[in-house]
């Protein structure tokens, strides 16, 4: 089993719902997140003065996979969570971590059965 991680542009969102359910990818979490990176924020302009915003908005999505559902994942979100053919800096990235254990709390169900 493994736990992806993916960080995405949120206008990419709908998209990347769209690709995991063609892989049959159906759970989920989504988060709102403020994050900084490579993208280094941008300038704005509130009432006249100028500041600079540091913290870019994300969206970040946390996966709980089988193995076999995990290179179907990652392409999934690697494909629809890109901008353009060759994409930009700021589209995101995908972690992948072990995961250990998964319980369901309504039946008690245990690994890959509770996913």
Not at 51 to 68: M, P
Request: no cysteine; net charge neutral.
């Amino acid at each position: 089993m493994k736990y992806v991680i993916a960080v995405i542009q949120p206008a990419r969102l709908e998209a990347v719902k769209e690709a995991l359910s063609k892989v049959e990818v159906f759970r989920l979490t989504v988060g709102d997140v403020q994050g900084l990176g490579r993208q280094r924020g941008h300038t704005e302009i509130y009432r006249g003065h100028e500041y600079h915003v540091n913290l870019i908005r994300k969206v970040k999505l946390e996966i709980a996979v089988n193995d076999e559902f995990l290179e179907p994942t990652i392409n999934a979100i690697e494909t629809a969570g890109r901008s353009g053919e060759e994409g930009k800096i700021g589209d995101g990235k995908i972690f992948v971590l072990p995961l250990e254990e998964v319980v369901r709390v309504r039946t008690g169900e245990r690994g890959k059965d509770a996913i």
